[in-house]
C-alpha cells in the first residue's frame, strides 16, 4: 500500500515558478511509476507528466514539455514537479499518482491506482 501526498502548490503570477512534491510512504513506492495529473474546474482530468521507477525515462504532455520538469528522489521518496514559465491555464488543482504496472506512457487516470489528495496552483495573469 501506498500513501502520496503533494505539497508546494500556491499562488503565482503568470512566467513564475513552483516546485510541487509528492512525498510517499511506503517501501515499494521506488518500484512504482509516478505520474502528476491536473484538473482544472469543469475540466476533465489531464495528464501532466510521468516518471519511471529509475528516474531515467520522462514524459509530458505537448501543453508542458519545455516548461516542466519532473523527477525522484529515491532517497527522499519523493518526486518532484518543477513548474517554470507558469501560465494562467496551468492553473489547475494538481495531483500525483503511482502504480507498479503503469508505462510512463500511461495518460489516462485509470492506468493508476494510488492518488494523492492533490494541491492548487494558481496563475494570475
Known amino acids: 500500500q501506498v500513501q502520496l501526498v503533494e505539497s508546494g502548490g500556491g499562488l503565482v503570477q503568470a512566467g513564475g515558478s513552483l516546485r510541487l512534491s509528492c512525498a510517499a510512504s511506503?517501501?515499494?513506492?521506488?518500484?512504482?511509476?509516478v505520474g502528476w495529473f491536473r484538473q482544472a474546474p469543469g475540466k476533465e482530468r489531464e495528464f501532466v507528466a510521468a516518471?519511471?521507477?529509475?528516474?531515467?525515462?520522462?514524459y509530458y504532455a505537448d501543453s508542458v514539455k519545455g516548461r516542466f520538469t519532473i523527477s525522484r528522489d529515491h532517497a527522499k521518496n519523493t518526486v518532484y514537479l518543477q513548474m517554470n514559465s507558469l501560465k494562467p491555464e496551468d492553473t489547475a488543482v494538481y495531483y500525483c499518482?503511482?502504480?507498479?504496472?503503469?508505462?510512463?506512457?500511461?495518460?489516462?487516470?485509470?492506468?493508476?491506482?494510488?492518488w494523492g489528495q492533490g494541491t492548487q496552483v494558481t496563475v494570475s495573469s
Open positions: 499518482a503511482a502504480d507498479p504496472q503503469a508505462s510512463i506512457y500511461y495518460t489516462t487516470k485509470t492506468d493508476y491506482n494510488y
Open positions: 511506503g517501501r515499494t513506492f521506488g518500484t512504482y511509476t
Open positions: 516518471v519511471s521507477w529509475t528516474g531515467g525515462l520522462t
